[in-house]
């Protein structure tokens, strides 16, 4: 175990900073995940809670390899884009809440640029704007997690929760319900028998639909599911509910249909400007290969928008079958398969990709069978620039180079940013 020692100065030359040291640090700039790059006598040093320009006092947290990271504790020379934090900010969802949410673009462009030029030795066409969304109220789905009678996020790095409320991620009348669902669960369950240890909620766009699943670690009875479900606000309880979504993707409305446990992009407020983005890259008519393709958001945007000829590929048990159904009404060839299964049978190479792998991008096999195909261009959308960089690289030696790229501010006040970047193979146009 590492003992902190509080209230202890490092001096420059004299000594090597341990855990509990303060340090004066000149912030340099973004790095991915959420801290800030600085350095000490040429050593990085990670800190949270500050902005590039500033000049921080910091509290040495801990050390890696290579790198030290800290907290900064006071901001001696505070950025004018500074700005104070209503929320706990070391709370899921608020790490970037300390700094005015234009600066925030402005940074998450950086970081976007940074990694393909650090991480893929790719040079991007243009600097890449990043779409801003409100604040407050943006997130439709959300894993809480419960510790004894409380609710919400994780603070970072810890299994302590934080107030959900507090954040502002979720509407009010989201938090409300939830408050509700967990006051009557207390009333059934007043010993805590059932152990409840997380809450997955999703909503539609409009919140006129919402589900909950919760995770227990003993059994619900029949009787207490009943009585949960019929807390007020909720329309679906239980793995097998569902909310549906009608989204206007230019002038054409989608109906998609999900489970609450399904994975779906989170941004109420930017979902349809994510989707038309991505359906307006696609030529019309083209034929379209969705892989990582979930609930079929682009593939049914795909064959509604642009009558594009689609085959959609999930590998998720759940998100599939909300595929096959969404699939159905648009003449859509839905698969429930691993893409890399699906890739080292496919014969017929489609005009166009679409790839939205999770956090992990594609692994190498995929990415080995879908260069196989060359196609004409491909659509890359990504929730982490890192292996998003990772694969620009691989996809760029292949033969492709990128046409444009696009950000979307998906989880305002926090590090994420989603991105889609466009692959064109010379000479196929």
Not at 7 to 18: A, F, H, I, K, W
Not at 108 to 132: M, N, Q
Not at 271 to 289: C, I, N, W
Not at 350 to 367: F, H, K, N, Y
């Amino acid at each position: 175990m590492v003992h902190l020692k509080v209230d202890t100065t490092y001096n420059r030359g004299l000594m090597t900073p341990s855990p509990g040291d303060s340090v004066s640090l000149t912030i340099e700039k973004p790095a991915a995940g959420g801290r800030m790059i600085a350095r000490l006598d040429g050593q990085v040093v990670l800190v949270g809670g500050a902005i590039p320009g500033e000049r921080v006092t910091a509290r040495i947290e801990r050390a890696g390899k290579g790198v030290l990271f800290a907290d900064a504790v006071s901001a001696d020379e505070p950025s004018p884009d500074r700005r104070p934090v209503l929320a706990d900010p070391l709370c899921g969802g608020c790490l970037y809440a300390h700094i005015n949410y234009a600066r925030q673009l402005t940074i998450k462009s950086d970081v976007i640029a940074d990694a393909f030029t650090r991480i893929g030795h790719v040079e991007l066409p243009a600097r890449v704007p990043v779409a801003p969304s409100p604040e407050e109220g943006y997130r439709m789905r959300a894993r809480l997690h419960v510790r004894g009678q409380r609710y919400g996020f994780f603070r970072e790095g810890t299994h302590d929760i934080c107030d959900a409320r507090a954040t502002r991620q979720l509407l009010p009348s989201s938090c409300d319900v939830l408050d509700r669902l967990t006051a009557a669960l207390r009333s059934v369950d007043a010993g805590n028998a059932l152990g409840l240890r997380e809450i997955e909620l999703s909503e539609n766009v409009d919140a006129s639909g919402r589900a909950v699943c919760l995770d227990v670690a003993g059994t619900m009875d029949v009787r207490t599911g009943q009585r949960l479900a019929e807390t007020e606000g909720l329309t679906g309880f239980g793995p097998q509910s569902t909310v549906t979504d009608t989204l206007q993707v230019g002038d054409v409305p989608l109906v998609l249909r999900r489970n609450v446990l399904a994975f779906f992009q989170g941004n109420r407020y930017l979902l349809p400007d994510l989707a038309a983005h991505v359906v307006a890259q696609l030529p019309s008519g083209a034929a379209v290969v969705d892989l990582y393709a979930g609930a079929g958001l682009f593939a049914v945007g795909a064959a509604a928008c642009r009558n594009a000829r689609v085959k959609a590929v999930e590998g998720d048990r759940v998100s599939a079958a909300d595929l096959m159904v969404n699939a159905a009404a648009h003449d859509i060839e839905a698969r429930h398969e691993p893409v890399e299964e699906f890739l080292a049978a496919l014969r017929s190479a489609p005009d166009t990709l679409i790839v939205d792998p999770p956090r992990t991008g594609m692994s190498r096999e995929a990415l080995d069978g879908a260069m196989r195909l060359q196609a004409a261009r491909i659509v890359y959308v990504s929730c982490d620039v890192a292996t998003l960089a990772r694969d620009a690289r691989r996809i760029v030696d292949a033969g492709y180079a990128i046409a444009r790229a696009d950000g979307f501010d998906l989880f305002p006040n926090t590090p994420h940013v989603e991105t889609v970047v466009v692959f064109d193979r010379p000479g196929t146009a």
